[in-house]
């Protein structure tokens, strides 16, 4: 293992070579390969103590992140720490190639096989790429950081701050690396290390098409899920104004959220999507002719700004708009109705709005016994396939199940997985100092390599960079826990150790196309040639 584009070549291909999809076994043989590669260094058979595993917990595949760190001589306490995720997304896509998609190299010769899309083909052509799952999202950011340790292992005397290397699981999926790694992370500030900066290296991919930039991005996305869970009233379809059809209300939430440009938040300049509509579905699993008295939808909103605190607000109103939209409707409709049928029509619903947090207070005024422990059974006896997000719902619906007001409402919560978002607000001092640095790299790549690199605000794709510290305060962050069914059963992030976090982030990793697609592909030059030069470069600068 070496930093010449052939040793992080050859290492790459190795990487590439354990299918490490998430989530699965596959995640913990690669973590093994790190690890062992790691520990064969002269540097780590010395320092045993410096390279070991932070494991999952209760982990159903025993994966583990990997851990590694360099210290400077002399000693300081400043560190930086480089870090990536080892999993990859599925291969379903390549189709008749599915097996040779972990072998960059055959795959590459064999991909016309396949249907190309026409830039995936002319790049192709080039010969300037190499297409495998997993080559830019992110196995060669993983290897160009592995080099990079291997190199500064060599002689801890030449670097002035201590490097560390951490090596997620899970990012693809829930984040639960990450998710861990923070708690041991904030141990090692307790015990006095002083973090100055996290650098990541995932794949970097166009803005838009003809789009010859690359980027180096100072933040990382946030994403937050507010779900509605819609109570009507059932009525048999005869009686239709008796009752509420739940379907009404959950499509008065999507009539006002989805696409609601009001959202989309914005960052000097930059606009982020608004909101999306990830699943809408009303809860009965059988066909009858009554009118569904329970349906949900929840959506996912990108954050560069707003605090959970926020968006619980903000959803709340949402909610409480669209019970009057349906209300009206249902009352436009019964005034019609009346006039056509010559007789009234009265409606009777009001607007009811509640949060999981006030559903489990009132629910806990009435119910006998530890509702606490009552919920978590009900939780652990919930079929295994079920995903942490249906786990969340059929929370919420037992708790509606055992709450004595049967009036129609809407329920307002989170669901998993959460991502803080990570602004560089050029406020602080460590914020300015990864500016002005990251500035000094833009122009070295012009300089010496003729690349021209742009500062991009947010990593957009969600990295795991957003658990690098909660840019807010602790009462605009817990609202999220408060209000997620199921928090510290089905899903859990250790809160105290996010707040005691604030790591200043960047992501400067290679450059590639169309990650988690079947034509995924590395820019084989600047990304071996070039960044692990601007990734040395920028330590040195942040040092
Ligand atoms: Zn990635």
Redesign the pocket.
Known sequence: MDISREGIYNLLLDLVKIPSVSPGKGETLIAEFIHDTLRDLPYFQKHTDNLYYIPIPNDPFSRKNVFAMVEAEPKTNRTIILTG?IDVVDTKEARSLEEVAFDPEEYTKRIKELDLPEEAAKDLESGKYLFGRGVM??KAGIAIQMALLAEYSQNPKNIPINIAFLAVVD??NNSAGMRTAITHLAKLQNQGLEFVACINS??VIPKYPGDTNRYIDIGTIGKIMPFFYCVGRESHVGQYYAGLNANLLTSAVNMILEGNPEWAEKWRGEVYPPPASLKQKDLREIYSVTLPARAMVYFNHLTVTSTPAEILEKSKEVATQAFEKAINHLEQSANEFSKKANTSVPIPWKTKIITWQELLIEVSKTFEGELDNYIKEFINNLPDELDERDKSLATVGELIRLYPDKNPMIVVGFLPPYYPHKTNKREIESEKKMLAAVEEIIKEAKDEFGEILAISEHFA?I?DLSYLGFQGEKDELVPLALNTPGWGIIYDIPLDDLLLLDIPVVNLGPMGKD?HKFVERLELDYSLDVVPKLLKSLIQKLS
């Open positions: 995720h999202d992110m990012e693809e995932e794949g794709s990295s990650a």
